[in-house]
């Protein structure tokens, strides 16, 4: 069976704080280690530019929130962690999707009739202010979605709708085309909770109430004495209910720590006590995490080169897929289209064609040609018929993809491109599901 594919991405506007951590960062870095789940996380940044014009920040961000994830334990090797706009094929695929979506269904985003009902009722134009690039959101992160045939996208409640958004999309696109696309869902966290901020509020940079998740050790001390409480004096019973202080302290500790505080509160410890204990829970957890995270803040080239290999990893998905995707909706070469109202047998010579062949040497060999002959493949020896047979499978399957783990078969393609291969292998897919 194939593994369970999980996506999700990351908006570079911002520092991580503790809400992202408790919300996001480590439910996902705890998903991404159960076997049986394949897991794609990447940074978002064409979506920040949607939101922020300063490129230092977008800059910023993006090398914060990509040093955080890998401090928390995040393992480029188990997953496929890359910055979006490392995959020039999420903007081509945005474009095909942007023709297969109602200008009706973005009316109705959350985001942006957000925006329209503010201006009207401030008495503006509707769309006073609002950019093409926020309308056309939901289409960007469906493109994110669906390029990588996610099935499970874990987010935030705000985030439902542009998960149905994507399905609707591609369900649209596979009724067109034929069944290119997966259909995702929306994957709720039930057990985590949204972590309150220092007045009490959800934490969120919107409040302006959020504890930066790494911020130094005495930063985190004085910040987290600074929540918010009531009067309440030493020795008075203190209510849990409501408490910022508790739930936050209940995000980090066990559930024999949480009973431990829960008493403490009956019996009256005082505020600064609560926090004191509160400070030394949470740098327990993040101490090791804060002192990799500052080395690797040292080291931007690294992080750079981990998410460029991420981006190649996922390349290697999204390269071969997009020829399929062009070929399908007739982005195609028009070779084959020079004889009108081609006979079967001309409609034959003009597909690229897989040979197997012995040769003296008494080895196996394949080559692909396409439909004018020209040499797009070609095998080294096999001792047996059915080793070149089982990589043809492979090929046929996975495009361009497979070449990684079969370059000692093959001899190395010069002039041939990945996008030529990608489409011939296509061609030979639709052929193939036309005489089904
Ligand atoms: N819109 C998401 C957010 O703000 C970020 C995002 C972009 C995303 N593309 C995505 C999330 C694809 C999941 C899948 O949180």
Request: net charge neutral; glycine share 8%.
């Amino acid at each position: 069976m194939n593994p369970l594919r999980v996506l999700t991405g990351i908006t570079t506007t911002g520092t991580p704080h503790l809400g992202n951590y408790v919300g996001a960062i480590r439910p996902a870095v705890a998903a991404s280690l159960q076997p049986g789940s394949e897991s794609f996380y990447f940074l978002a940044d064409y979506h920040a530019l949607i939101k922020c014009d300063e490129p230092a920040r977008i800059q910023r961000s993006t090398l914060e929130i990509a040093a955080s994830w890998l401090a928390c334990g995040l393992d480029p090797e188990r997953v496929t962690f890359y910055r979006q706009s490392d995959i020039p094929e999420i903007p081509e695929l945005t474009w095909l999707l942007t023709c297969v979506t109602g200008k009706g269904l973005l009316n109705r985003a959350h985001a942006y009739k957000a925006a329209v009902d503010k201006n009207l009722a401030g008495g503006a134009e509707p769309d006073d202010g609002v950019t093409a690039g926020l309308f056309m959101y939901p289409v960007l992160m469906g493109a994110d979605i669906l390029m990588f045939k996610a099935h499970q996208v874990p987010v935030g409640r705000d985030q439902i709708q542009h998960i149905e958004m994507a399905r609707d999309m591609a369900a649209s696109f596979n009724h067109l085309y034929g069944e290119h696309f997966v259909l995702p869902e929306a994957a709720i966290e039930e057990s985590v909770a949204t972590l309150p901020g220092l007045d009490g509020r959800k934490m969120s940079k919107s409040y302006d109430n959020t504890i930066p998740l790494f911020a130094p050790r005495e930063q985190l001390h004085k910040l987290i004495m600074g929540i918010l409480t009531d009067s309440r004096a030493p020795g008075e019973p203190k209510d849990t209910e409501g408490s910022a202080l508790f739930q936050i302290y209940q995000a980090f500790a066990s559930a024999e720590e949480t009973a431990a505080m829960r008493q403490a509160y009956a019996k009256g410890i005082a505020w600064s006590a609560a926090k004191e204990q509160l400070f030394e829970r949470i740098d327990r957890e993040l101490a090791p995490m804060r002192e990799r995270y500052q080395a690797l803040m040292q080291e931007p080239a690294r992080i750079d080169r981990i998410l460029r290999a991420g981006a190649d990893k996922a390349r290697r998905l999204a390269s071969p897929f997009m020829a399929e995707l062009r070929h399908a909706v007739g982005l195609r070469g028009l070779e084959g289209l020079g004889t009108p109202a081609p006979a079967p047998k001309a409609a034959k010579a003009s597909l690229p064609q897989f040979k197997q062949y012995r040769e003296r040497d008494g080895k196996f060999y394949f080559k692909l040609t396409d439909a004018h002959g020209r040499l797009l493949l070609q095998s080294l020896g096999f001792d047996a018929p059915r080793e070149a047979g089982q990589l043809i499978a492979t090929l046929a399957q996975q495009g361009s993809a497979a070449l990684a783990n079969h370059q000692a078969q093959l001899e190395p393609l010069a002039e041939v491109g990945l996008a030529e291969l990608d489409q011939a292998l296509a061609q030979l897919r639709d052929a193939a599901q036309d005489k089904r």
